[in-house]
T-cell receptor, first 112, second 114 residues
Framework: AQSVAQPEDQVNVAEGNPLTVKCTYS??????LFWYVQYPNRGLQFLLK??????LVKGSYGFEAEFNKSQTSFHLKKPSALVSDSALYFC??????????FGTGTRLKVLA | NAGVTQTPKFQVLKTGQSMTLQCAQD?????MSWYRQDPGMGLRLIHY???????DQGEVPNGYNVSRSTTEDFPLRLLSAAPSQTSVYFC?????????????FGPGTRLTVL
C-alpha cells in the first residue's frame, strides 16, 4: 500500500537560515512525488514534483527537493527562509494508479 | 481562466440532510478529484475521475457519491450527512499525462454537520 510520512508536525526556523521539511514514502513501482503549500483559508498550491530524471528538483519561490531512492525520501529545502514562507506544507505520492496519497502536513514557522 | 471553482464556500447541515458540493474547472483537465482535510489527518482522497463517465473510489468513499457527466464538472453528493463528515472539502483537477500531472486545487468548502 502507498503511504507518505511527514515526521514533523512543525518546523521552526529563523529568517535567513536554511530550511528542510522531511518526507518519506512507500510505494510499489516508480513514484511520482509532489510538494504543495497551503496558506491559511486557501486551497493547496503546487510547489514542485519529481517524475523522473535529476534527483534535485527546483520549484516555485526558491524551493527545491531531493529525491533519494535508497532512503525513499523527498525532503523539501530552501537555502534562505523568508517569513512569508510560513505555511502548511504537504508531501504527496502517486504510483501507477491515479490515487494520490498526502502526508499529514508540516507547519513551517519562519521567525523574524 | 477561473481555474477550479467550488460552491458553496460554507455550509451547515443537520444530521440526515443531503446536499451537493459543486466543483468546476475550465482547464479541460481529464482528472478531477475530491479530498477532505481534517486536523492531523492531512488530505484524504474521497473519489476521483479520469474522464467523463469514469469515476472510482479513493481512500474514504463511504457516505459520498460522485458523477462526471462533463469534463468540466465533478459534483460530490452527501447522501445523509453525519457529524463525522464535518470537514473542509477540496476539489482538484489535473492532466493525466506523466509530465503535467500536478493538481490544481479549488478554494475549498467548509462543511459543518450538526
Amino acid at each position: 500500500a502507498q503511504s507518505v510520512a511527514q515526521p514533523e508536525d512543525q518546523v521552526n526556523v529563523a529568517e535567513g537560515n536554511p530550511l528542510t521539511v522531511k518526507c518519506t514514502y512507500s510505494v510499489s513501482g516508480n513514484p511520482y512525488l509532489f510538494w504543495y503549500v497551503q496558506y491559511p483559508n486557501r486551497g493547496l498550491q503546487f510547489l514542485l514534483k519529481y517524475i523522473t530524471g535529476d534527483n534535485l528538483v527546483k520549484g516555485s519561490y526558491g524551493f527545491e527537493a531531493e529525491f533519494n531512492k535508497s532512503q525513499t525520501s523527498f525532503h523539501l529545502k530552501k537555502p534562505s527562509a523568508l517569513v512569508s514562507d510560513s505555511a502548511l506544507y504537504f508531501c504527496a505520492v502517486r504510483s501507477g494508479t491515479y490515487k494520490y496519497i498526502f502526508g499529514t502536513g508540516t507547519r513551517l514557522k519562519v521567525l523574524a | 481562466n477561473a481555474g477550479v471553482t467550488q460552491t458553496p464556500k460554507f455550509q451547515v447541515l443537520k444530521t440526515g440532510q443531503s446536499m451537493t458540493l459543486q466543483c468546476a474547472q475550465d482547464m479541460n483537465h481529464e482528472y478531477m478529484s475530491w479530498y477532505r482535510q481534517d486536523p492531523g489527518m492531512g488530505l484524504r482522497l474521497i473519489h476521483y475521475s479520469v474522464g467523463a463517465g469514469i469515476t472510482d473510489q479513493g481512500e474514504v468513499p463511504n457516505g459520498y457519491n460522485v458523477s462526471r457527466s462533463t469534463t468540466e464538472d465533478f459534483p460530490l453528493r452527501l447522501l445523509s450527512a453525519a457529524p463525522s463528515q464535518t470537514s473542509v472539502y477540496f476539489c482538484a483537477s489535473s492532466w493525466t499525462s506523466g509530465e503535467y500531472n500536478e493538481q490544481f486545487f479549488g478554494p475549498g468548502t467548509r462543511l459543518t454537520v450538526l
